[in-house]
């Protein structure tokens, strides 16, 4: 099976630019997460989807981050302005439910540097 | 109190050694754990999972788990170079939300 897509790969920007991330999840996948990895630290969910509805978005600092699944498959997350201090990787997993025993599928990310 | 806290290390043991990689929870309401490793540069991947207290064993890995203590730790016996990773702890609750801990990094040396 083909897995979870991430695009861009790399992204460089400067402070209060916006940028945008998209995500595939695996086909059938009903749950997608999004996941911010600053360099040296655990990933930390932003948020995370059930099909389109959101299920957890309590660390989504939702003054500049958005991040929508409108039809149920694909997601997007962007960041309007951008600070240094996002700087990350920043991590799309899915996986087959919402059940708490279901492992994450985990794309390759997109390291975002702010300058 | 972190939610999930681990040791980051780094914790460097000899080829041939056994790893113990240990892992703290603050939630009681946890209910499934999860070991991802992350080499450098590279998404998380998961290789254990264990939902009941004791032991659970694949191949050269075996968890275990304390729920009473509020306990998981992973050990890898006949360590090798090729497990030099950073070993990352989960936990869930029943929503399917998933709290990692900031990782150990592990060194095997030849």
């Known amino acids: 099976e083909a897995g979870v897509a991430q695009s861009p790969r790399y992204k460089i920007i400067e402070k209060r630019q916006s940028v945008a991330f998209w995500c595939n999840p695996i086909?059938?996948?009903?749950?997608l997460y999004w996941y911010q990895q600053i360099l040296g630290q655990g990933p930390k969910l932003l948020i995370q989807?059930?099909?389109?509805?959101?299920?957890?978005d309590s660390q989504l600092p939702k003054d500049r981050f958005s991040a929508e699944r409108l039809k149920g498959v694909d997601s997007t997350l962007k960041i309007q302005p951008a600070k240094l201090e996002d700087s990350a990787v920043y991590l799309c997993?899915?996986?087959?439910?919402?059940?708490?025993?279901?492992?994450?599928?985990f794309g390759n990310g997109t390291r975002l540097t702010v300058t | 109190q972190k939610e999930v806290e681990q040791n980051s290390g780094p914790l460097s043991v000899p080829e041939g050694a056994i790893a113990s990689l240990n892992c703290t929870y603050s939630?009681?309401?946890?209910?499934?754990f999860f070991w991802y490793r992350q080499y450098s540069g590279k998404s998380p991947e998961l290789i254990m999972s264990?939902?009941?207290?004791g032991d659970k064993e694949d191949g050269r890995f075996t968890a275990q788990l304390n729920k009473a203590s509020q306990y998981v730790s992973l050990l890898i016996r006949d360590s090798q170079p090729s497990d030099s990773a950073t070993y990352l702890c989960?936990?869930?609750?029943?929503?399917?939300?998933?709290?990692f801990g900031q990782g150990t990094t592990l060194q095997v040396k030849p």
């Open positions: 939630d009681r309401g946890s209910q499934s």
């Open positions: 989960v936990r869930s609750g029943n929503t399917g939300k998933l709290i």
């Open positions: 264990i939902y009941s207290n």
């Open positions: 989807f059930q099909n389109n509805g959101v299920v957890d």
């Open positions: 997993a899915s996986s087959p439910g919402g059940l708490s025993s279901s492992p994450l599928h």
């Open positions: 086909s059938g996948h009903a749950t």
